[in-house]
């Protein structure tokens, strides 16, 4: 069993549609989780931070942790064809050494 | 541009050369991190080092692989006697001296194709 699960979908969307992404994972010793967005043949870009459990809002994103579950979520809303990516979630114990989902690829249909 | 510079983007090598990948970090950064993407795959950590030290190499392979940072350029990240299995974009990563030292920004990527 993977530390971190990620549907790799694809997940195809219409522009405007919310868009709910999870991942579940294993380690209780994560403390820091993170998501990225990676644009085919791009690095990956830091999307949103978080440390533990709760809720954080950056414009159209929302990040989710619920510990308890060992469940993270990110929303987007009012999505747009430029969303179209791949998210990658990623978390870790502090030591800085990220464990990845292997990325949930998204298709925001024009 | 003051993100996090790999070079280069792309590298060919044939089977038994060496290769190697540089990355400098972001301004302010001084902890660099290098992770493996193989195809269809998630990231994979490698190494984690600050100037001039390896605080965490436990995701590198045992050998053929090794990664320095030092004092005066960039880090380096060297592939002895490549194989096709490492075929893969490695990209590097980034993060501050101090403060909230968690959040690792990345580069680019190096793309290396093994012949």
């Known amino acids: 069993q993977k530390e971190v699960e990620q549907d790799p979908g694809p997940l195809s969307v219409p522009e405007g549609a919310i868009v709910s992404l999870n991942c579940t994972y294993s380690?209780?010793?994560?403390?820091?989780f993170m998501w990225y967005r990676q644009y085919s043949r791009k690095g990956p870009e830091l999307l949103m931070y978080?440390?533990?459990?709760g809720n954080k809002e950056d414009g159209r994103f929302t990040a989710q942790v619920d510990k308890s579950s060992k469940y993270i979520s990110l929303f987007i809303r009012d999505s747009q064809p430029s969303d179209s990516a791949t998210y990658l979630c990623?978390?870790?114990?502090?030591?800085?050494?990220?464990?990845f989902g292997s990325g949930t690829r998204l298709q925001v249909q024009p | 541009n003051a993100g996090v510079m790999q070079n280069p983007r792309h590298l060919v090598r044939r089977r038994g050369q060496e290769a190697r990948l540089r990355c400098s970090p972001m301004?302010?950064?001084?902890?660099v991190y290098w992770y493996r993407q193989l195809p269809e795959e998630g990231l994979k950590f490698m190494v984690y080092?600050?100037?001039?030290?390896?605080?965490?190499e436990s995701g590198m392979p045992k050998e053929r692989f090794s990664a320095e940072f030092p004092k005066e350029g960039p880090s380096i990240l060297r592939i002895q006697q490549v194989v096709r299995g490492d075929s893969a974009a490695y990209f590097c990563?980034?993060?501050?001296?101090?403060?909230?030292?968690?959040?690792?920004?990345f580069g680019e990527g190096s793309r290396l194709t093994v012949l």
């Open positions: 990563a980034s993060s501050r001296t101090s403060g909230n030292t968690g959040e690792l920004f």
């Open positions: 380690n209780s010793a994560f403390q820091y």
């Open positions: 978080t440390y533990s459990s």
């Open positions: 990623a978390m870790d114990t502090g030591r800085r050494a990220l464990t």
């Open positions: 301004k302010g950064h001084s902890h």
């Open positions: 080092l600050q100037k001039e030290n390896i605080i965490d």
